[in-house]
């Protein structure tokens, strides 16, 4: 199976579906990303250029099952397409944050949190425990 985000114009993820790689074949019987988006476009009404391919084991640039990572992350319903950088982020949690090209994540000034108990003040800059 195939994964396929929907995109909006403005590159936010609407859906998230699957597709038979039996639809993604071409002429040779290689799989195509291009057939993908026009079987797509034609069974969705929503063009083609606005589905892009993703792999649903990529996390922060890494593959979880020991395979190439493809486009950064997963995509998310709600999260970003970046064309620029062809991968698929979260949306910017705050605008202090800077994205991380390496490991396809965004980051704080002060680094990752200490643990997951914490969370992000904006105004100073820091984290803190509730």
Known sequence: MAHFAKLSEENVV????????KHMLDENNNESEAVGQAYLAKHNNWPANLW?????????????????PFRGNAANIGGIWDPENEI???????????????????KSPAGDAPDRDHLWNEDTQSWYLP
Do not use: C, R
Not at 56 to 65: A, K, R, W
């Open 88 to 106: 698929f982020m979260t949306q910017k949690p705050f605008p202090s944050w800077t994205l991380d090209l390496a490991e396809a994540k965004w």
């Open 52 to 68: 892009k391919q993703y792999s649903y084991y990529t996390v922060n640039n890494q593959h979880q099952q020991s395979g190439t």
């Open 14 to 21: 609407l859906n998230i579906v699957t597709l038979d790689n």
